[in-house]
């Protein structure tokens, strides 16, 4: 199994800042890709930022410019940077990954952290 733990969330006013981590534990044998995702009220489930093994990413053209995904994989932990806070960034920031526990790859998801943008 594999645990997900996300930190950093918080309330911040628009144009400011906030970085969340996200730190995985458990039993890794490798892990590919990890994520962010977010959720605003009565939204779907949306990408944020994706980071491979290889250290490329990918975002979407709604944090493009402000987010920055990145890893340390060594610790089995991902960060993101967020910069230029707006408040349609409001949401519930989720970290995602695949895993390798030893017998099978599985998806694994954290409990959430808050980010609020509100002046």
């Known amino acids: 199994q594999v645990q997900l733990v996300e930190s950093g969330g918080g309330l911040v006013q628009p144009g400011g800042s906030l970085r969340l981590s996200c730190a995985a534990s458990?039993?890794?044998?490798?892990?590919?890709?990890m994520g962010w995702y977010r959720q605003a009220p009565e939204k779907q489930r949306e990408l944020v930022a994706v980071?491979?093994?290889?250290?490329?990413?990918n975002y979407p053209n709604s944090v493009k410019g402000r987010f920055t995904i990145s890893r340390d994989n060594a610790k089995n932990t991902m960060y993101l940077q967020m910069n230029s806070l707006k408040p349609e960034d409001t949401a519930v920031y989720y970290c995602?990954?695949?895993?390798?526990?030893?017998?099978?790859?599985?998806?694994?998801w954290g409990q959430g952290t808050q980010v609020t943008v509100s002046s």
């Open positions: 995602n990954t695949e895993a390798y526990d030893g017998s099978r790859w599985s998806d694994y």
């Open positions: 458990g039993t890794i044998r490798s892990i590919t890709r």
């Open positions: 980071i491979y093994s290889s250290g490329s990413t």
